[in-house]
């Protein structure tokens, strides 16, 4: 089972930046794909971006340009640096991961908070 634990969240102002981190316990060489989703009150968990383990990216279109995704093997960390953030991408944030058996893992979830 891979663990994750997430750092980053918190409250910032609107136009201002965060970067989120997904520490995970095994190499991440091993897994398929990983990637952050985010949640609100009352709605889905929704796609915010994801890295296959050939560097593919993909970001839901409301980030694109604003957010980037990035990982360091060394540290088997992902990475979400937001950037030009708004009131509308408050939210919790949840690390993800595919594993190449395909089995998902979930972190605990970090809040972001921005404030308008």
């Known amino acids: 089972q891979v663990q994750l634990v997430e750092s980053g969240g918190g409250l910032v102002q609107a136009g201002g930046s965060l970067r989120l981190s997904c520490a995970a316990s095994?190499?991440?060489?091993?897994?398929?794909?990983m990637g952050w989703f985010r949640q609100t009150p009352g709605k889905q968990r929704e796609l915010v971006a994801i890295?296959?383990?050939?560097?593919?990216?993909n970001y839901a279109d409301s980030v694109k340009d604003r957010f980037a995704i990035s990982r360091d093997y060394a540290k088997n960390t992902v990475y979400l640096q937001m950037n030009s953030l708004k009131p509308e991408d408050s939210a919790v944030y949840y690390c993800y991961v595919k594993t190449v058996r395909w089995n998902v893992y979930w972190g605990q979830g970090t809040q972001v908070t921005v404030s308008s």
């Open positions: 890295i296959s383990s050939g560097g593919i990216t």
């Open positions: 095994e190499s991440i060489l091993t897994l398929n794909e």
